[in-house]
């Protein structure tokens, strides 16, 4: 009853403070983060699951996320982070307030809660960036998630303004049209250089969308 209860005030909440807008013509969703943007083709692809795999926990994913929540307030957009593990920490984030009046933070505990709450941010479609963080999510707990789990979010989200980015720590994604690796490991020493995350090295393992590109620029 109580995770029906949040999911409740979550669509409550989603209904006050983001009434619907129409969906932007674009297919991708330029991070301006040039080392993302370039190893993938230009920005994260709207219409589709990215399942991005940070197979070291030391590898930068937490990073990366203050980055696209940077991203997203310099270019005016709001970024829903649905938090599998309740480890994000805006106070030691050094965001500001400013980049988290453009967060709306989903705090989970379970990864099914997790879906389920990515479940309704994209049927509620206003969201550009929709991050799911499994990264620190334990096996035994992603294993509780269905393989049709993935495939009903793939659905949903084709039919979004949104690209989805789900953070894990290997490959279970089997409806991710894009499949990207992050390659670091991090040391103390890397967290203290400021300029670390520009080079943040990200191998493409998995591409289904030159199909889908080519498609969408037809028909533009």
């Excluded at 991203?71 to 829903?80: E, L, P, T």
């Excluded at 967290?191 to 498609?215: K, N, T």
């Amino acid at each position: 009853m109580a995770a029906r209860g949040k999911i409740v005030d979550l669509r409550k909440l989603l209904t006050e403070r983001f009434p619907h807008a129409p969906a932007a013509a674009a297919t991708r969703l330029v991070t301006r983060l040039s080392f993302l943007d370039q190893a993938i083709g230009g920005g994260l692809p709207k219409g589709a699951i990215t399942e991005l795999i940070s197979p070291r926990i030391s590898a930068g994913s937490a990073s990366l996320i203050h980055m696209l929540l940077q991203s997203g307030q310099r270019n005016h957009y709001f970024v829903a982070l649905i938090d599998g593990r309740d480890s994000f920490d805006p106070s030691a984030s050094g965001l500001g307030n400013a980049c988290l009046h453009h967060l709306l933070w989903v705090r989970c505990t379970i990864a099914l809660d997790a879906i389920k709450a990515a479940d309704l941010l994209l049927r509620d479609g206003n969201f550009p960036l929709v991050i799911v963080d499994l990264v620190l999510n334990p096996p035994a707990d992603l294993s509780k998630i269905p393989q049709t789990s993935w495939y009903r979010l793939q659905r949903l989200v084709e039919s979004a303004p949104t690209a989805c980015l789900v953070m894990t720590r290997q490959g279970i994604v089997s409806s991710a049209q894009l499949k990207i690796v992050l390659e670091n490991s991090w040391t103390l020493e890397t967290f203290e250089d400021e300029s670390a995350i520009l080079r943040l090295q990200i191998r493409v393992q998995r591409s289904q969308l030159h199909r889908q590109d080519a498609q969408m620029g037809g028909a533009s």
